[in-house]
Every structure is written in structure tokens, then in C-alpha cells.
């Protein structure tokens, strides 16, 4: 059974900065996928990133420049850095696992970013 333990959300005043973590265990091998997505208050959940298990990653535009998504497959835990943050950042972030071949994904319990001052 694989599981996701998101870490790092919270509050943050625009500009700043946040590193969320999600660390998994269980039966993960092969290629696979690992990303970021949003939902905020009344939104459809919303693609952040995707990196996958070679390195090649995909940002959502309103990212990019801002946030680096990355992975350390030895700890089997991907990574956030959110840098200049927004409060239309303000979120509930959740960390997705995803293996295309046999169409499969897992998801964290999500963590909380709220971006205010």
C-alpha cells in the first residue's frame, strides 16, 4: 500500500517564501510521475508541477519563475520551493503519485498554504 505525508504548509506574508514536502513508502518502482496540485475555496483542483522519475518537469504558468519543483527518488520524497508567493497561491496543496503504465495515481491529504499579511 503506498502512502503520501505531505509537510511545510502554513501561513506566509506575500513575498515570502515556503518549502512543502511529501515523503511516500510502500510499493513504489518503475517510472512514475510526482507532482503538485492546488484547490482553493470554490476552484476546481488545478495542476502547480510534475517532475518525473528521470527529472523532466512541467510548471503551471502561473508558476513558473517562482516555484522548483524536484525529487530525491533515493528518499522517495518530492519537493516544493515556493518562492514570491501570492495570496492567490492560498491553497490547499496536495501531493500526487502517479504511474502512467498501469494508470494509477495516489494522492496526500493535502497541506495548507495561506498567503496573507
Known amino acids: 500500500q503506498v502512502q503520501l505525508v505531505e509537510s511545510g504548509g502554513g501561513l506566509v506574508q506575500p513575498g515570502g517564501s515556503l518549502t512543502l514536502s511529501c515523503a511516500s513508502s510502500g510499493n513504489i518502482f518503475g517510472f512514475n510521475v510526482r507532482g503538485w496540485y492546488r484547490q482553493a475555496p470554490g476552484k476546481q483542483r488545478e495542476l502547480v508541477a510534475t517532475?518525473?522519475?528521470?527529472?523532466?518537469?512541467t510548471y503551471a504558468e502561473s508558476v513558473k519563475g517562482r516555484f522548483t519543483i524536484s525529487r530525491d527518488n533515493a528518499k522517495n520524497t518530492v519537493y516544493l520551493q515556493m518562492n514570491s508567493l501570492k495570496p492567490e497561491d492560498t491553497a490547499v496543496y496536495y501531493c500526487?503519485?502517479?504511474?502512467?503504465?498501469?494508470?494509477?495515481?495516489?494522492w496526500g491529504q493535502g497541506t495548507q498554504v495561506t498567503v496573507s499579511s
Open positions: 500526487l503519485l502517479r504511474f502512467p503504465t498501469i494508470d494509477r495515481d495516489y
Open positions: 517532475v518525473s522519475t528521470g527529472g523532466s518537469t
